[in-house]
């Protein structure tokens, strides 16, 4: 079959995504990342672009049971970065050439924390002149927080649904954390203007391939502009950590697992931006590359400052823990040169699927 052409005439089906998701074929995987490159190459062009990571806090007051800086975890050294360290982190992204910035951070809620965000924002955009592209992820707000914070300059906002299917979104969170609550974000995410990135968690005890399709089919139907989705890595401070067994012996299923979801909402999705996440780095050392070469475009390289970086350990084994920024870069440079793709320096890297529904929405 050629899901290139199918994916051009909008015909990926229900099925097509199940058959993408169980091949262990590696001929067929081949021409089936080969199709997702080149539906990327068509609507999002051969670029990628980058957004330096700041990770501006590990205090979170989430407690889900797969995550390393959940609540619960005594042990992890807690901070919180000054502003003006954040501000760092985003002036060289821009002067790195980066183009834009994410600003990631634990799950706070609280009039303070809304401000010290937006007091950050607003002074990115001063010294940058509004030249850096600013995309944050820091769990569920209300709405007029998310408003503040777009009216301040952030234009793109992440937040996973971790699962579409609500029971498996039951099985990794705590009671108190409500599906419908994550979804209504969602929407006020949307509402309020931003460019609206989700995700899941990819590789999750119970979760079958009709749930990963399903989360496919939940991209395109709340029609998102960015995904960010990567495969579940156990952390060994959490509930989770014996979740998967063997996984030493697992990574490679994890990892191809993860680049197979890429392709396939490269192939469904075709304009959005998809990232080559950090944990597909974290399986093996040409993770990101393979999720460049299925679909993906676009990579955050880490410029959290080492001291802080060590603490921010959502999963076992994160790279780059030890490596400076200024290493980062070369590094990500050659690698991705040697695929033979280019970096969008200096360019925000927006969705084209956003600007195409807002188009759209413009016209009836
Ligand atoms: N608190 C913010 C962002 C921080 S966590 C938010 O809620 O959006 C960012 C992402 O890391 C999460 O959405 C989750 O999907 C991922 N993550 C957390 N623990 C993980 C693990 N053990 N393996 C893989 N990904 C994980």
Redesign the pocket.
């Known amino acids: 079959v050629d899901l290139y052409e199918k994916s051009l005439v909008d015909r990926i089906s229900h099925k097509d995504l199940i058959s993408i998701l169980s091949c262990q074929d590696e001929v067929k995987l081949d021409s089936i990342f080969k199709n997702a490159y080149q539906v990327k190459s068509h609507f999002v062009g051969r670029k990628v672009f980058l957004r330096g990571l700041v990770e501006c806090s590990n205090i979170?007051a989430?407690d889900?049971y797969?995550?390393?800086i959940r609540k619960s975890i005594k042990s992890v050294p807690r901070y919180r970065m000054s502003s003006k360290e954040v501000v760092q982190g985003a002036v060289e992204s821009w002067k790195n050439n980066y183009g834009s910035v994410v600003i990631?951070?634990?799950?706070i809620s609280s009039p303070e924390f809304s401000d010290y965000i937006e007091n950050i924002l607003k002074e990115i955009r001063q010294v940058t002149g509004g030249e850096l592209g600013i995309t944050l992820?820091?769990?569920e707000q209300s709405e007029e927080t998310y408003a503040r914070w777009r009216e301040a300059g952030a234009h793109r906002y992440?937040?996973?649904i971790?699962s579409s299917n609500p029971e498996l979104f039951a099985s990794l969170h705590p009671p108190k954390q409500q599906f419908d609550t994550r979804l209504e974000a969602l929407a006020l995410l949307k509402k309020t203007g931003y460019q609206v990135g989700t995700?899941v968690?990819i590789g999750v005890p119970g979760q079958t391939v009709e749930d990963l399709a399903g989360d496919l089919e939940f991209f395109r139907e709340i029609d998102v502009d960015m995904i960010g989705m990567?495969?579940?890595?156990?952390?060994a401070l959490?509930p989770m950590k014996d979740a998967i067994p063997d996984f030493e012996q697992r990574k490679e299923e994890q990892l191809l697992l993860g680049v197979k979801m890429i392709a396939a909402a490269r192939l469904l999705l075709r304009d959005v931006n998809i990232a080559s996440t950090t944990?597909l780095e974290t399986l093996s050392s040409d993770g990101r590359n393979r999720g460049l070469l299925a679909g993906a475009n676009v990579v955050m390289p880490n410029v959290t400052d080492p001291g802080y970086k060590v603490s921010y350990t959502?999963?076992d084994g994160k790279p780059g823990t030890g490596q400076t920024s200024d290493e980062g870069r070369i590094n990500l440079e050659k690698s991705i040169a040697s695929i033979g793709e280019s970096i969008g320096y200096g360019e925000w890297g927006d969705s084209r699927h956003y600007f195409n529904r807002i188009s759209a929405a413009d016209n009836c």
């Open positions: 979170c989430l889900c797969y995550c390393g990631q951070g634990g799950e992820s820091l769990g992440l937040l996973r971790e995700g968690l990567g495969p579940f890595i156990p952390h959490t944990a959502l999963y």
